[in-house]
């Protein structure tokens, strides 16, 4: 059984920056494609960005894209998320996601991933 915890959100002012955390346990995710998803209040989870299991590829959505950094520490268990230059437009809560495929290329979709964390609120004032 995995499980997954984030940490790290909070209030912070358009233009500053917060590092998400996503510990997880259980069984070990070193093999597996890694995730962070955001859903806004009636939005749907909408993808921010993935990085594979050895972190030789990651990808952003292109509204992400030169402000967030994703990485992973395998022998920490932890990937993070850390997110410069905030935008109101980015309060959400952000949920980490793991893929169950080993090795595999990170899928872009939620629905591909399997674990799922609890979320955490991130708040950007203006």
């Known amino acids: 059984q995995v499980q997954l915890v984030e940490s790290g959100g909070g209030l912070v002012q358009a233009g500053g920056s917060l590092r998400l955390s996503c510990a997880a346990s259980g069984r070990t995710l070193v093999a597996n494609a890694m995730a962070w998803f955001r859903q806004a209040p009636g939005k749907e989870r909408d993808f921010v960005a993935a990085i594979s299991w050895n972190s030789a590829q990651t990808y952003y959505a292109d509204s992400v894209k030169g402000r967030f950094t994703i990485s992973r520490d395998n022998a920490k268990s932890t990937m993070y998320l850390q997110m410069n230059s905030l935008k109101p437009e980015d309060t959400a809560v952000f949920y980490c996601?793991?893929?169950?495929?080993?090795?595999?290329?990170?899928?872009?979709?939620?629905?591909?991933?399997?674990?799922w964390g609890q979320g955490t609120q991130v708040t950007v004032s203006s």
């Open positions: 996601a793991a893929d169950t495929t080993l090795f595999g290329v990170p899928p872009l979709g939620p629905a591909e991933y399997e674990h």
